[in-house]
């Protein structure tokens, strides 16, 4: 089992800025990708961003590219979403996700936390 506990929602002003945190435990592997999705109301959950912990490679969401910036810290288990020049369209709850398929397959969801941005 993996827990993730997120953190760092909140209501901000569009253009404002916020960090999300995901902070992960239990049988955590190195091999893993992490992810955040977001779900707004009444549309599907979709990849906002992602991270690789073994290669570092990353992927951002034509959406948020240049505004966004997903990191880790190795030592707490720890992934960050940094979010810059928000607009109104990021709202919504943000999910941390964590997916391995090395060795054995692990497949685990946060349970999100509220951002929501006015005009």
């Known amino acids: 089992q993996v827990q993730l506990v997120e953190s760092g929602g909140g209501l901000v002003q569009a253009g404002g800025s916020l960090r999300l945190s995901c902070a992960a435990s239990?049988?955590?592997?190195?091999?893993?990708?992490m992810e955040w999705f977001r779900q707004a109301p009444g549309k599907e959950r979709e990849l906002v961003a992602s991270?690789?912990?073994?290669?570092?490679?990353?992927y951002y969401a034509d959406s948020v590219k240049g505004r966004f910036t997903i990191s880790k810290n190795n030592a707490k288990n720890t992934m960050y979403l940094q979010m810059n020049g928000l607009k109104p369209e990021d709202t919504g709850v943000y999910y941390c996700?964590?997916?391995?398929?090395?060795?054995?397959?692990?497949?685990?969801w946060g349970q999100g936390t509220q951002v929501t941005v006015s005009l």
């Open positions: 996700h964590y997916e391995n398929t090395v060795f054995v397959r692990q497949d685990y």
């Open positions: 239990g049988r955590f592997l190195n091999y893993a990708t």
């Open positions: 991270i690789s912990w073994s290669s570092e490679s990353t």
